[in-house]
């Protein structure tokens, strides 16, 4: 007979081995493979030249390119990028954005003065910039950026994570939101701040075709930027965060995607482009754009394929919202999003202290746990997305009563409850045994049940209270 001893052994020894198993997975990491492009499967997302379809999810912060500083607010240190790589690996990420912010200087900002290095162009005019320092020198590229823009891109890639390279900023061009202050006095392209004569005018002036002379200098950025990236598979391109969305604007940045578009052309490899949310805008704009990927202002936007869309909270659920809903339904937001056909991304604080009062609180150099459930969640989906045959399950609301249902007919469903309860499944298309497992979001709890018939509606409840999600394969 075993003993209490011989029995407790055993369980010490099994979790010891889960705990080891769970390490050794967050510790492995396979190079990411691409370049991605629109699946011709399932265009709602990208796949790999091998054709396996890539769920993209993940975490970015303000400061995973670029350094900043607040004058008189506690400011987070200098990046250190392994240590955040290690920290998506952790929580299954495989994606994030890669900040850009165009201004050394962002005086009378809500936070306080901010100020960003390095920047794109050598400093050094004989003359002094707004911001005190040399004025920036459009002809000469700052490679010490360039050389950090290819190295954090790289290291990604061979960690498995895919960067999204931001070019522009629209927080960068003039003052606006929870930031404000005038970061036009930091601009390269104002003309008190370069030597080279050219004068944008007004930041919001610089994100439009209206000066030749301003876009040849972008034009010749982005080819920059791209020579620096282009022989990497991660690789995607953001035109700009949060812009104006001006009619003139929205040219500008459907001119800068098909620019873009055409130089890769010339070179070896080719890349999905995004364009995410004007702020203020509407969505419109981002589906009947050129770009490959969108993030639209929408909290949930039917993912019916026209665009792939990483829903990303930066833009549709501010964090204030996010706080005041709490983590369940953060939670629920990554399930819905993901039963939608979309994928989710976190505007996440990281180790920042002060961008916004009562955002964050994050201690001893380690991130505020209080956002754990979100991250969790968008780890949990891309779990569920690499297990699921990504490339058939398409959004089927009308399958389930809940609404929220991934399904390919007759073989395979996903299903999202958010209260629980019992929830009745159209099984009409399928036939034979039907497996049954339960999965609890709030812990990652997964339960089998007993294998159901097809052929009909099935009435079916969770062995637990609370959300669910009901994975539903038909047997072999």
């Not at 994100?207 to 620096?228: C, D």
């Not at 501010?318 to 983590?327: A, E, H, S, V």
């Not at 390919?408 to 929830?423: D, F, I, Q």
């Not at 099984?427 to 097809?454: C, N, Q, Y």
Request: hydrophobic share 35%; proline share 6%; charged share 20%.
């Amino acid at each position: 007979m075993e003993t209490h001893a011989l029995r407790t052994a055993k369980i010490k020894t099994a979790l010891i081995l889960i705990a080891v198993l769970a390490t050794c997975k967050a510790g492995l990491a396979a190079s990411a493979s691409g370049p991605l492009r629109v699946s011709t499967r399932n265009p709602r997302y990208f796949g790999d030249p091998a054709g396996n379809l890539v769920f993209l999810t993940g975490a970015h912060t303000w400061g995973n390119l670029q350094d900043y500083r607040y004058s008189s607010l506690p400011s987070p240190a200098a990046m250190d990028f392994a240590t955040y790589l290690a920290f998506l690996r952790q929580h299954h990420h495989n994606f994030f954005r890669l900040w850009t912010w165009e201004t050394s200087v962002n005086p009378g900002a809500k936070q306080g003065t901010i100020n960003y290095e390095p920047l794109p162009y050598q400093r050094r005019g004989t003359r002094l910039a707004l911001d005190g320092k040399p004025q920036f020198d459009l002809e000469r590229f700052n490679e010490a950026y360039f050389g950090r823009l290819r190295g954090h891109v790289k290291a990604a890639g061979d960690n498995g994570v895919y960067a999204s390279v931001m070019l522009f900023n629209g927080f960068s061009i003039e003052g606006k939101g929870n930031v404000g202050g005038d970061p036009w006095v930091g601009h390269p392209l104002n003309a008190k701040n370069n030597l080279n004569g050219v004068d944008g005018v007004s930041g919001t002036a610089t994100h439009t075709l209206s000066n030749a002379v301003v876009t040849a200098h972008q034009e010749a950025y982005i080819r920059k930027v791209i020579n620096a990236v282009n022989n990497l598979d991660n690789v995607l391109y953001e035109i700009s965060n949060e812009d104006t969305a001006s009619p003139a604007d929205t040219e500008w940045q459907y001119h800068m995607i098909g620019f873009i578009k055409e130089y890769e052309k010339t070179k070896p490899k080719q890349h999905p482009v995004g364009m995410t949310a004007s702020w203020p805008g509407t969505d419109e704009i981002l589906f009947q754009s050129p770009a490959d990927w969108v993030s639209p202002a929408a909290k949930l936007p039917a993912g019916d394929g026209r665009k792939v869309i990483l829903n990303d909270t930066d833009h549709s659920y501010f964090w204030i919202g996010l706080r005041q809903d709490g983590p369940a339904a953060q939670r629920a937001w990554v399930w819905e999003n993901f039963m939608r056909g979309n994928q989710c991304l976190f505007m996440d604080p990281y180790l920042d202290p002060s961008h916004d009062a009562g955002r964050n609180q994050p201690v001893n150099g380690e991130p505020d746990p209080y956002w754990d459930t979100l991250r969790e969640a968008l780890g949990r989906t891309r779990d569920y997305a690499e297990r699921i045959n990504l490339a058939a399950t398409v959004p089927h609301d009308e399958l389930i009563s809940t609404k929220f249902c991934l399904a390919e007919p007759g073989k395979e469903y996903l299903v999202y409850s958010p209260e629980g309860g019992e929830m009745t499944v159209d099984l009409s298309k399928a036939t034979g045994k039907i497996s049954v497992e339960w999965f609890r979001p709030s812990d990652g709890m997964v339960t089998h049940g007993e294998a159901v018939e097809g052929g009909r509606k099935q009435s079916l409840k969770p062995p637990f209270d609370g959300e669910a999600v009901l994975h539903l394969l038909r047997e072999r």
